[in-house]
């Protein structure tokens, strides 16, 4: 697996790839250090990684491969940071940096599978898929969607809300509707009608969108 500094210049070619621009030596300069580390260039080169032609830096397959799972990890922190912890732009996108070099296969595959796999990052970049969204779609129903997507008479529990509308998490919380709350869907229209326990409340649409359920039997 490439160091942490290979990595960041795997992303960075693969971010201009994916805008349909070259990768160059100066923009690939180290933030920091202003300067890139040809010696490590090469290397990476030497490890079949990247291609070199001048000035141009683009990636082999292996190398696409090792910068879609450094992709695939920070854009999925990114969703989860976003939309479950609520967390400032700012503060996501620097966490988000971190976790891309440490998340295992495993966890990132977990959160995926939380955040019912996602196919874009809040900034509506492409999610690149995992094993886990191919079973997914072949296989099985995600483990967690979001309330709008459930068939009616389907059942659950709430995972998280994700919403910024404060108003609307406090008028949801009165009503019982909060992670870990057990909910079946009773009619989709002309309002989602949700069965909590004893209580039957109504929702409009968009807010059905931000209440995340894990499905039962997943």
């Known amino acids: 697996m490439p160091e942490q500094k290979a990595e960041e ?3 960075q070619i693969w971010i201009a790839q994916e805008q349909k621009r070259e990768a160059t030596r ?3 300069e180290d933030k920091e250090e202003e300067s890139l580390d040809e010696a490590l260039l090469h290397s990476m ?3 079949g ?7 141009v830096v683009s990636l082999t397959r292996e190398g696409e491969r090792y910068a879609a799972e450094i992709i695939r990890r920070h854009r999925l922190a990114e969703r ?19 976790f891309e070099h440490m998340l295992p296969r495993e966890v990132t595959e977990s959160i995926c ?4 796999h996602p196919k874009t990052c809040p900034h509506g970049h492409a999610i690149p898929a995992g094993e886990c969204c191919r079973r ?5 129903r995600p483990v967690v969607v979001p309330l709008s997507k459930m ?3 389907a059942e659950g529990k709430v995972a998280y809300i994700a919403t910024h509308h404060h108003h609307r998490l406090d008028k949801l919380a009165a009503f019982g509707l909060l992670p870990g709350a057990s909910i079946r869907l009773h009619q989709r229209q002309p309002s989602f009608v949700i069965e909590i326990g004893e209580t039957t409340i109504a929702i409009d649409e968009e807010t059905a969108g931000d209440i995340y359920v894990r499905q039962a039997g997943r």
């Open 26 to 28: 100066e923009g690939l």
């Open 136 to 140: 997914a779609t072949g296989e099985v």
């Open 45 to 47: 080169e030497q490890d």
């Open 80 to 98: 989860l940071l976003n939309d479950v912890l609520e967390m400032k732009e700012e503060t996501a996108e620097s966490a988000a940096c971190q």
């Open 113 to 116: 599978a939380l955040l019912g």
């Open 9 to 11: 210049i795997l992303e």
């Open 151 to 153: 068939k009616t008479g």
């Open 49 to 55: 990684l990247v291609r070199i032609a001048g000035d």
